[in-house]
């Protein structure tokens, strides 16, 4: 070994030691050893190089604590890295001596515990066959008995806790008497979250493989632990160490389940904790008892059960929290399980079920059987637990209540037999193989039901009877109880019918007797459909109730929809259109839109509803119209792009009177479709139906459709058309096609067809209506990313239109903007075109013409304008209205003095706005706002002035306190005037306003 080399060595290992420590000591100790050979950069020579510097260096100074913690570093790095030794064979002798050393230092510098903490880590872990474990258990008995662990701080500790996880998973013979005690002491008072998780997480496995040690020292073990229950921990925003509250409880609850030496103090502490004023505490108690229990074992727990079952009892009986009764039940179910005879056998499971089942025989053999529903579900609790707690529970409760049935004569007794019978059914419905004790309590059952099923008191009660004797093999020979289940669904009151229809959810997704709805409750109510002789009302009700049971049970939607669909298309065609055709529509739209039905049917649905609409368009009236097509509409949606392009096809040719296409329908008089206006119905249909067409349908090209020839048919027709249902309609679906049209055919159709109308329709022939329909049009080249070769033109004349002397066409434009900017009709969900940005994009396109504008305009022409503003900045990001805040704001300010009522009510409408999303800049400003505002509100001009100016008041108040506050007494006192205005409507907004302004201290 070549001599100035390690002496260099040292110098540049020592020198390291007394620089700053790096941020990264690995990194840096790498690039320092790097510069050495193999043979010098050994594991001796740097520990020989290390060590006596070290002792040199006093473990309790202040002053050298960087300069041990870089030496602590580099022998860390030496140990993780495996440096390699240059006699290999002193290494067992050189490991020894260094854990002595490190034994000694560890209690010797506790400034840097946690350093050499990680240090006998990566010893334990790297040098596993030379680090005994009596060796380990004398360093780790040095530290315990010399070093109290929770005075260390917080990085220290959980370096320490590391180490003795790692020791618990890999290291089990170490874990003997003397760790168990140590452990207790270190973790006794801890607070740290990711220190208690590990903790919690590994100390199961510590229990496990020291079981004695840990038996020994339970009650100690217990008492530490449980002083962390509940659970009250708040995470951090942005937790490095993702710690979660249930993460620690769940931990937790494992902890102090580990051993069943925990039971003498787990199961009383868990008592106890039931009876807290807290609800959440309550919660947490009743799992963890019923968990404690099924880790523990009925022997362990078995003297604790009676108080247990006593307090559970008690919280079913009393408590009004939902929380509380769904923990206490499920408690009750779980213990059961444990103490069940397939566990602990039958004469121990016998006496433990009957405490349970005692107490609710004396509540119905009670005069009064106020409380049987609890009890009821405590017995239901207990017989779902087993198969065999089933059986015991049955030949117990049902012998007892029947025989009480034929003594007993007033309703509440016998409605709490029938209760806890029905319970008792619904249990026995999970236990196919207890045929005896299922026949038994359904003949018994069905005795008392059937005699009392007349009793109008007992209905309900009733119900719930039938809807379980109905899913029993033994009622198979009769069908009484679904003629009852669906008597009352008829015939019933609306509180019969709703419990009927909770009935047949729990029938359908908790016992899984799909059959017995469809075939025995459905099938009976969709046949009563088809019976002309009933009445309105009946029929609009079975409707509702078929519904309901389809939106309850899933996999029966196609049915329940084929028979609506074909009872309203035997009342369209018949021309029976009344409230029960309305409600059957109403009913099939929201069948629809559940998507339960196979695709494959759509296409026929939308077929048929079109063959009536063309051959009966006289019955028809607008509102089943509407509705006929909405459903059609969703049923499109709904389809695949290939078919979707095929129903476009067939619907659109139809509508221009191609033969094949009308014969393909079933079109019966072909020669009502020579032009749109000689069937308007079949219009307004297919205008609904395609608006809601994927861009793909359109933008595949495989529509063979000449655009040009539909837009110029449907821009002349809707321009000529009286504005209504139809016209409007129709407008959507024409922006819904120039949205989705492929490129090329927007530019055919904008050349030969839009841009020739744009200055007849805003000029020589401009009315608000022709507006309305440019405005649409340009919403749908405004949205898409590819047609601003249009967009300006319709948009210059728009901003022309905002001056015109005409008021009414001048405010028609400025509604304009807000079609463009509202989130309405093209949209995402019916497959629009859309840039993201688009409202963005008009914006800027627009706002600054608008303000230029502005500033030449008289007060008296300034009011279109400051709509359009207002409509401007509706739905737009917070951002670009904030970057525009500082030329918008003195508008609007001026506009709400102005003398002209329609240039207030626009200034009122924007401010709204600036007060809802600027609110960083308007709060800045309340000393002028507020004096206005308050002036508004008693303006006896116009009432909507008032009105908004009292709201713009109310939003004010959800600013920061200390720039509301100083405000209050003003507003209060401003608030007078309109306290007393002679508009009802006014008052109550004053009143509002008043009560906010009041309570803002609060």
Known sequence: MSTPALSKLTESLQSYCSSPPPQNPTLKLSQTLSKYDASIATFENIYNAILPFLNDLSSSSTESVAQRLNAYNIMHYIIAQQVALSNPESASQIHSALLKWLQERIVNDLDLAGALFRIL???????????????????????????????????????????????????????????????????????????????????????????????????????????????????????????TREGLASNLLKTLGARPSFAAFALPFFEEKISSAIVETKVEALNAAAYCIEQFGEEDAREHLVELWASIRTEILRSTQKEVHHASIDAITRIARVVSAETVGRDQSQVNVERVLQPAVQEIRSPECRMARQFSEMIAAVAASSEWNCDLTTHTIIPQIYQLFLEVKTTPKRSGILVIGMQILSTLLFYPNLKEASNMAVERMWEIAFSLRDDYNLKMEIIDIMSRLALFERMADTDEPAKYLVLALTSGDDAECERVLKCIDWMFNNANKEDVVRDEILASLLSSMSDETAAQETSQRVVSVVCRIGLLCPSLVPKCVDDLFAKAADDLKQGRISQSTSTTLDALFQLVKSEEIEKSTNTDYIQRTAQIICNHPQVLQQQSLQKISNICRELYSQLDVHTQQKVAQTLLDALQGKREALAAIGVSNTTAFDSFATNETFLFFVSKVLLFMKQETLQSGELQTDFSDLTRKLLDYVVKAEKGELSISITHFLASVLNKAPLDHLHDVSSSVVEP?????????????????????????????????????????????????????????????????????????????????????????????????????????????????????????????????????????????????????????????????????????????????????TKRDRMKIRCDALKCLQELVEYEFSKVYPHQEEVIRGLRGAL????????????????RWFTINQ
């Not at 315990?144 to 370096?159: D, G, H, K, V």
């Open 980 to 995: 007393d205005d002679h508009k009802r409507v006014v008052r109550r907004e004053a009143v509002i306003a008043r009560n």
């Open 121 to 243: 880590k990566e010893m334990v872990e790297k040098w596993a066959s030379d680090v005994s474990d009596y060796s380990l258990r004398l360093v780790l008995q040095s530290t315990f008995e010399n070093i109290p662990i929770q005075s260390l701080a917080i990085a220290p500790r959980r370096q320490f806790f590391d180490l003795l996880i790692f020791i618990i998973e890999n290291r089990p013979m170490v874990c003997q008497v003397e760790f168990v005690v140590g452990y207790i002491q270190a973790i006794d008072g801890e607070r740290d979250p990711l220190i208690l998780n590990n903790s919690f997480r590994i100390f199961p496995t510590l229990a496990k493989i020291s079981p004695r040690p840990v038996d020994s020292h339970a009650e100690e073990l217990f008492d530490i632990f449980s002083c962390y229950f509940p659970v009250s921990f708040n995470p951090p925003k942005k937790d490095p160490h993702g710690i």
């Open 757 to 937: 109308q744009i200055d007849t329709l805003l000029d020589t022939s401009v009315n608000q209506r022709n507006i309305e329909v440019m405005s649409w049009l340009q919403k749908a080249f405004i949205m898409r990313p590819d047609s601003s070769f249009i967009c300006g033109r319709i948009n210059s004349k728009f901003q022309a239109l905002l001056v015109s002397s005409d008021a009414s066409i001048a405010f028609a434009a400025a509604r304009g903007y807000g079609i463009v900017m509202q989130d309405q009709v093209l949209t995402k969900e019916n497959f629009s075109n859309s840039t993201v940005f688009f409202r963005q994009k008009f914006f800027m396109m627009n706002i600054g013409n608008l303000l230029e504008t502005y500033k030449t305009l008289e007060e008296s022409s300034r009011g279109p304008l400051l709509e359009a503003v207002a409509n401007l900045i509706q739905n737009l990001p917070t951002s670009v209205l904030i970057g525009q805040i500082q030329q918008l704001y003195p508008l609007v300010y001026a506009a709400l003095a102005s003398t002209n009522l329609d240039v207030i009510q626009s200034g009122l409408n924007t401010m709204r706005i600036l007060i809802d999303e600027a609110d960083d800049y308007c709060q800045d400003r309340l000393g002028e706002i507020i004096p206005r505002l308050i002036q508004l509100s």
